[in-house]
């Protein structure tokens, strides 16, 4: 299986809610509680928005809460387990500021984009996930010979939707999904997933309940990331 530290994400979690104006007088109480129970150590005003970053300088981790949504992001997070605990930190945090109340859920979604370095050449990595997947039998409409593919999946588990799209890069195409992650790496050929969970219509949640969505969603995500790297390496 590949290195745990040759995977590359970007995580993002979002919960969309009924919009509120009452937030717009609020967001200073937020602004205050959040930067005191976390180490979000800059935040910024604007519109009907509070954004948080750890740094002015950089936006490798950042967070935001508006009038109608909430949500967290980090790029390159050092562990499995960073994206969750974080991002629970900042929830709990903000769900817990004196007068702040979660609207109406209509959309809890989290989506990672992926990127597994491997030590093979495209040829030779296009053709172990081809083979493992059946993507050859795809080209046999169009009477030719299968040189490359990024299928979209759409599933639904459960309360689930679930959309991914995948598939092998090259040097060249890698170059783009690295300055996305804002990666130091130089680009090389690898495998790119792109998965996108979400559930709608949920009513009004706790924080217990949002605490408990977000995990599954998250172990959800890595046990296909582990899939996928079980077959690269």
């Known amino acids: 299986m590949i290195d745990e530290k040759q995977i ?73 387990h960073y994206f969750k605990d974080r991002s629970l930190k900042y929830f709990g945090a903000l769900l817990r500021t004196p007068g702040y109340v979660l609207p109406v859920v209509g959309r809890f979604g989290l989506r990672v984009q992926c990127f597994m370095r491997s030590r ?19 080209a046999a409409p169009f009477g030719g010979r ?28 890698s170059t783009a999904v690295l300055q996305n992650l804002e990666a130091a790496e130089p680009p090389g050929v690898g495998f790119f997933l792109d998965l996108d969970q979400s559930m709608t219509d949920l009513g009004s949640l706790s924080q217990k309940q949002v605490a408990s969505s977000l995990s599954d969603l998250d172990a959800a995500a890595w046990e296909v990331i582990n899939k996928f790297a079980s077959v690269l390496e």
Do not use: C
């Not at 030779?124 to 081809?130: E, I, N, P, Y």
């Not at 299968?146 to 060249?172: C, F, H, M, T």
């Open 120 to 138: 093979l050449d495209f040829e030779a990595l296009f053709g172990r996930v081809s083979t493992h997947f059946s993507f050859s039998e795809q």
């Open 146 to 173: 299968l040189v490359d593919i990024g299928p979209v999946v759409v599933v639904k588990r459960g309360k689930v939707d679930v959309r991914a799209r995948y598939g092998p890069l090259s040097v060249a195409e």
């Open 8 to 80: 590359l994400t970007l995580h993002t979690v979002e919960l969309r809610h009924v919009a509120r104006g009452a937030f717009i007088d609020f967001r200073g109480r937020v602004a205050d509680h959040v930067l005191s129970e976390t180490d979000f150590a800059f935040w910024n005003m604007a519109d009907a928005r509070v954004d948080f970053q750890l740094s002015e300088s950089t936006r490798r981790e950042v967070a935001w809460a508006s009038h109608n949504g909430i949500g967290y992001q980090v790029r390159r997070p050092d562990t499995k």
